[in-house]
């Protein structure tokens, strides 16, 4: 049966991808990016965050079977906990009501194997605490103290943590939503692209990311594994974040981390 998927980043790597085979399925797919997509907005903000709620509600009647929160970005600033957490959490957050009045709801977030190295906590606490000015104020620290890396790799733990708190509770599991994170290790999209063109980029991404199994992946690897978590045969896995990393995980964790 035909269903009504939101996935937000539609315009490129991963949520292009998963955008692309859910419209070959036949699924009308509500696109949410910064542009060229069925619903433009910013969702680095709360005006961008609303307007993306408010044109989707609209554009889906009021039900929703998916929601897919794949927009994220990369870069050294506090522009990750503003997008990778805020924004992926205030969209699932208002879409939720509508994925409610569906028959067979599923909702997911794109993570990343980067959640497992290490974080600024002051960011990661101020997300889980739902206070992005402090969260804010903490990212820049930890940019003024050279640890911008950390603004990326915090926004997605803590992303993953809130998949992990939100899963179980009335809204989420008492609805009849199972919420579940794909975490990748290296996908090959334009995020990812400007660590291939640059040599020291490219030698600290590989021991931060070893990659046994295949190598790097494709978008359309990633956009797989989140078609089968929002799909109605996925009734009972909630709350899993799910390393598809070519092993980069259990080689980074060992086999005590399960
Ligand atoms: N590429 C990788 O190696 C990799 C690894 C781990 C996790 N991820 C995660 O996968 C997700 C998708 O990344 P990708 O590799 O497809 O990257 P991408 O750059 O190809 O696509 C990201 C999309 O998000 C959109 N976006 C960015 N900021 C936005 C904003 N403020 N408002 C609305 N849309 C915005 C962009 O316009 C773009 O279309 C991200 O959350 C990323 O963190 C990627």
């Given at each position: 049966m035909a269903r009504t998927i939101a996935v937000s980043?539609?315009?490129?790597g991963i949520g292009k991808a998963l955008a692309g085979m859910l419209r070959d399925a036949g699924d009308t797919v509500i696109g949410i990016d910064?542009?060229?997509?069925?619903v433009c907005a910013d969702l680095a903000g709360p005006e961008g965050r609303s307007r993306a709620v408010a044109e989707t509600l609209d554009l889906s009647g009021g039900t929703l079977d998916g929601v897919v929160a794949c927009a994220g970005v990369s870069e050294f600033t506090v522009l990750p906990v503003k997008v990778n957490y805020f924004g992926a959490v205030a969209l699932l957050d208002g879409l939720r009501p509508a994925l409610a009045r569906a028959g067979a709801p599923r909702a997911a977030v794109v993570g990343s194997i980067?959640?497992?190295?290490?974080?600024d906590d002051a960011v990661v606490r101020a997300c889980l605490d739902g206070d992005e000015a402090a969260a804010l104020e903490a990212a820049g620290k930890a940019v003024e103290a050279g640890a911008g890396n950390r603004t990326y790799s915090s926004s997605k733990a803590a992303l993953a943590q809130w998949v992990r708190c939100a899963c179980v509770t009335p809204e989420w599991a008492g609805e009849g939503i199972p919420l579940n994170a794909i975490a990748p290790g290296v996908v090959r999209t334009p995020m990812s692209e400007p660590l291939f063109a640059d040599e020291a980029m490219f030698k600290v991404m590989n021991e931060a990311v070893p990659m046994p199994l295949n190598g790097y992946a494709g978008a359309g690897v990633i956009a797989e594994a989140l078609r089968w978590l929002i799909s109605?045969?996925?009734?009972h896995m909630t709350g899993q974040i799910i390393y598809v990393d070519g092993g980069a995980e259990p080689t980074l964790r060992g086999p005590g981390v399960f």
């Open positions: 980043g539609s315009g490129s910064l542009r060229d997509a069925e980067s959640g497992t190295h290490p974080v109605p045969v996925n009734t």
